[in-house]
């Protein structure tokens, strides 16, 4: 059965300390890996697609990498507003599977 | 502006009445989701739908029904028989153009149910 595993489920930086998110799959023809950011009370805004090992994304403070077992989350220099839930989900055929996301708290 | 939009934000209702969240989208995507979302757990499918007027069972369907008779619309009905009901639920949609898989979420209606 198709697996998505976060961790850890909470983070506490401090403003400028950076660290990396882990996000692990098992899913049989992986057609995507997904990482969006969840604010309290929101909908869940995508932040981006990983296709292939190897493959890397970047946004601002964020880079996404991505292995054939696994993909991190690298935030670098976190400020408060980077404080969100980031799920990461996986597809294979016509659905998606989530995990259960990672709550970061930065504090200035 | 394009977008998915999920009304109400907030409902509140009666154990054993039936209640529909609705969900429209006006970026031209041909599938839409509904998903459930429990405090500690990932995202639940509950349906699916890649085309109108046909739509496919998720994982967690007892107790909820759907229509797609427009491209734009998707609405959830939670029935009675749901017996859980108290949730987040999200609504998503995403095109099926080639290269393009990423699903695209509404603001969410949070269902209180007592």
């Known amino acids: 059965e198709d697996q998505v595993t976060q961790s850890p489920e909470a983070l506490r930086l401090q403003e400028g300390e950076s660290s990396s998110l882990n996000c692990s799959y098992t899913v049989s023809g992986l057609r995507g890996l997904f990482w969006y950011r969840q604010d309290p009370g929101k909908g869940p805004e995508f932040l981006f697609t990983?296709?292939?090992a190897g493959e890397e994304k970047e946004k601002e403070r964020l880079k996404a990498t991505l292995t054939k077992k696994e993909s991190f989350l690298h935030i670098t220099a976190p400020k408060p507003e980077d404080s969100a839930t980031y799920l990461c989900?996986?597809?294979?055929?016509?659905?998606?599977?989530f995990g259960a996301g990672t709550r970061l708290t930065v504090k200035p | 502006d394009g977008g998915i939009t999920q009304s109400p934000k907030y409902l509140f209702r009666k154990e054993g009445q039936n209640v529909t969240l609705s969900c429209e989208q006006n970026l031209n995507h041909d599938a839409m989701y509904w998903y459930r979302q429990d405090p500690g757990q990932g995202l639940r499918l509950i349906y699916y739908?890649?085309?109108?007027?046909?739509?496919q069972k998720g994982d967690i369907a007892e107790g909820y029904s759907v229509s797609r008779e427009k491209k734009e619309s998707f609405p959830l009905t939670v029935t009675s028989a749901q017996k859980n009901p108290t949730a987040f639920y999200l609504c998503?949609?995403?095109?099926?153009?080639?290269?393009?898989?990423?699903?695209?979420f509404g603001p969410g209606t949070r269902l209180t149910v007592t």
């Open positions: 989900a996986v597809q294979a055929n016509n659905d998606m599977r």
């Open positions: 739908s890649q085309i109108v007027n046909d739509f």
């Open positions: 990983l296709y292939s």
């Open positions: 998503a949609s995403r095109t099926t153009a080639r290269g393009s898989n990423e699903q695209y």
